[in-house]
């Protein structure tokens, strides 16, 4: 079964104190954690917040202290940026070290695991695993070991630099976002984070192609998609959506649209909600309706790519598409 994004909070919400015992007890009540932490030789304060909008949640932490906790699986896909200060990570599979400006997988996404924090400034953002492995070919329900990180640091240092640029942009860009607007834009947020998380960091779900695949891309397997695809553009689908409705697998689809439309099935869904978004801009109100209101609520939530794509495909910008209506 593909993911299915889930309703989630909404907005943010913060915390501080200088307080150690305040501090301990309310990480505790939050992570669910078990941790021990020591009065910090200064009276900096502790500061927490996160920033949630769907399935995705942002945290910021300042703790300028040692301590140390231990907490059961997440179930989620979690990376930190240590943005000054030192941690380390332990699981199953390996201790991880890290120090000001590092970037790691916090643990294997189904199994416990411990930590230590040593006057750390971090920055977490956390993903469905579901989401994570359904780009990673492996959808939820396929039989199997889950998503496993095969080391827990980037593949690079230009790739933890990516990583880096990512969370910055979907911060500026999305959770700013009013709380109830643009899940098309949240969803594709959500899906270029889990994208660069699995170019960033090496996994072991990375399935060869099979002959079925070749075998299954055919015309008749496009022509199941594209109905899916213009029958439900307003949706929060994605390649495992497109190809379960068309009955075969990812990765076959992928190379049915590149053999027979010379181009994948998520720019094909873009085509389709920039058509979408062409009729609403023809239809709207210049009075009341805005080109950047347009844009979220068919996904695009780069102002100047949207631009870029709506005058490549119509010849002319959108603002004077809305003027025209």
Known sequence: MPYQPQPGPQGGQSFRTSEVDVARDWLQAAYGTSLRMRTP???????YSRTSAGPLSLSTLALPTEYSYTTDPLGAVAITHVVGGRMVGECKDGVTRAGPDDVLVISQPHLPYRGEVYGADLRAVTLPLALVQELAGRPAGQQGRPLRFTRFTPVS?????Q??????YVEASVLGLPTDGAPLVVD?????LAATVLAAFPTDARPEPVLADTRDATTDTVRRAVA?????????????DAAAA?????????YAFRRHLGTTPM????????????????AADPGRDTVTAIAHRWGFHHQGRFAAAYRAAYGVPPRAALARS
């Open 267 to 282: 720019a094909y869904l873009r085509r389709v909600r920039l058509a979408q978004a062409h009729a609403d801009l023809l």
């Open 246 to 254: 068309a009955g075969v697998t990812p990765r076959a689809l992928q």
């Open 228 to 240: 899916f695809i213009e029958s439900h553009p307003a949706a929060e689908i994605g390649l495992a």
């Open 163 to 168: 990583w880096k640029r990512t969370v910055d």
């Open 188 to 192: 594709a947020a959500a899906r270029l």
């Open 41 to 47: 030789a200064t009276r900096r304060p502790f500061r």
């Open 157 to 161: 240092g230009a790739m933890a630099d």
